[in-house]
């Protein structure tokens, strides 16, 4: 973990329970007992978030200042000073990842003044998720630099909680990225058509109440304040964005799931195939992985639902990595957590649009989502260019309108399943991979109808079938 990687998280001693759940969810094991509390290593935490969510009785909180934010800590009493610097522009975004990047792109270069307020000091680090996307989840938004793809996925192993095998050949099928090439790439592209873009800068405050009128953050020491006509919440599920849009929304365990990962060398993979291994026992409520990234290296990782996982998803891994490799050497941990439930409706709100994991824009059953941040930061901006000067309702409602024509409703549709497959025993889930091997495997694909696919899994188990009719 970067040194200068700052952790959001706190405990107040005197509310803490000692009842250890944290502990038991956190993906980066960041949490640890303390005499009177439990503690937490400010190096380790990847401020998932899943701690304060955890907590039964608000003693780990997050230096969250947003104005209609729950203000139930310790650290309630913090006051802002005022603003060393103002600042204004047209579109102001929290948040400078995949779908905050691409928001700044297409707004500044339909001639918006653009500023992005970023966390971190380099983008894409660290890195948080497996780095795979589609050929088509990427180049409907950009065409590729060669810089931004570590190795192209061909294809994908799948293996059934039995052990089976299912081969799916599928020649450019996607892309493995280097994802801090990719955020840097995209962020020069934005700063090339004129965005302004502050990194090091932790956003404290979104002003407003009905309509954002501002966002206060703290940079180098200083406070700055950005006022703005359009914003756009592109700082992910524990962000300030979402927390000001939907104050009264609170995301459950059941809602999400944690995942433990790391970069690791070995040469017991196959270059450009994926891997993808099922079970109650590898990985209860989610799915393990591997993806290689060329010269010998790969994402390799799980993610669980902690609701009904026994174990913390990093006992989950070291039996995997255990059972899946011999000989290996790890580079480094890249965990964290993926929001796998229903959309937010409308994805904002007054003049604050949500992209990506903000909106919970996820793929609900794979749990891939750069595309669909890349996707939606675009979709936002330009909703913002045509609506220019049009009421903000309208703006929202029309926002809301192509995502759901766009990929918003295949994607309601996985929300919904997650909670059939959830259910699924291993002995369902090995009949669905015979049927998935009869279908898929002995041919070349070219292109994979993935919303045929599932459907075809929906109309062979009842379960999904009962939950699925009314949208099929």
């Known amino acids: 973990m970067e040194g200068n990687f700052v952790a959001m998280y706190t405990v107040d001693a005197q509310k803490c329970a000692m009842c250890w759940g944290c502990i038991s969810v956190c993906p980066a094991d960041a949490i640890f007992q303390g005499k009177s509390s439990v503690l937490i290593n400010p190096d380790l935490c990847d401020n998932c978030g899943l701690c304060e969510k955890v907590c039964p009785t608000g003693a780990i909180v997050n230096e969250d200042h947003s104005e209609t934010a729950p203000q139930q800590s310790a650290r309630k009493d913090i006051i802002i000073s005022e603003p060393d610097t103002v600042r204004e522009c047209d579109v102001v975004i929290i948040g400078g990842g995949p779908g905050g990047l691409s928001a700044a792109y297409f707004a500044s270069r339909a001639g918006f003044s653009v500023c992005v307020i970023e966390r971190r000091e380099k983008f894409g680090i660290p890195v948080a998720c497996a780095e795979g996307i589609s050929t088509e989840g990427l180049t409907r938004v950009f065409e ?22 299912l081969f799916v050949d599928h020649p450019r099928a996607g892309f493995v990225l280097n994802r801090p090439k990719m955020e840097s790439g995209i962020a020069e592209m934005a700063k090339d058509s004129g965005a302004e873009i502050f990194t090091s800068t932790q956003a404290l405050r979104i002003s407003g109440k009905n309509f954002a009128e501002s966002v206060i953050a703290k940079r180098n020491g200083e406070i700055l304040k950005i006022y703005a006509k359009y914003f756009i919440g592109a700082d992910g599920i524990g962000g300030i964005s979402r927390r000001w849009a939907f104050p009264q929304k609170q995301i459950g365990l059941m809602d999400i799931e944690t995942c433990a990962q790391v970069l690791l060398k070995t040469e017991e993979i196959t270059e450009n195939i994926p891997e993808f291994h099922w079970g109650s026992e590898i990985a209860p409520g989610g799915y393990a992985w591997v993806f290689p990234k060329g010269k010998n290296l790969a994402n390799v990782g799980l993610g669980i639902v902690p609701s ?33 439930t229903m959309r937010f409706k409308p994805p904002g709100r007054g003049n604050l649009l949500l992209v990506g994991d903000a909106a919970l824009f996820t793929n609900s059953i794979s749990g891939t989502g750069i595309d669909t941040a890349l996707f939606s930061g675009k979709i936002a901006a330009e909703v913002i260019a045509e609506m220019h000067g049009q009421s903000y309702i309208k703006m929202l409602k029309e926002y809301d309108n192509r995502w759901k024509n766009s990929l918003g409703r295949q994607l309601d549709l996985y929300a919904r399943l997650r909670n059939g497959i959830l259910k699924l025993s291993d002995e369902e889930m090995n009949k669905i991979a015979g049927m998935l091997r009869r279908q898929l495997s002995g041919r070349k694909w070219t292109a994979l109808n993935i919303p045929k696919i599932v459907r075809d899994i929906v109309f062979f188990n009842p379960k999904l079938l009962k939950i699925a009719r009314h949208f099929l």
């Open 144 to 165: 590729p630099k060669r810089e931004w793809i570590s190795t192209t996925i061909e294809g994908a192993l799948i293996f059934s909680p039995d052990g089976e095998e």
């Open 308 to 340: 009904i996982a026994k174990n913390s998803p990093q006992e989950f891994f070291k039996n995997f990595i255990a059972r899946r490799f011999s000989k290996y050497k790890i580079i480094e941990r890249r965990d964290g957590i993926v929001p796998t």
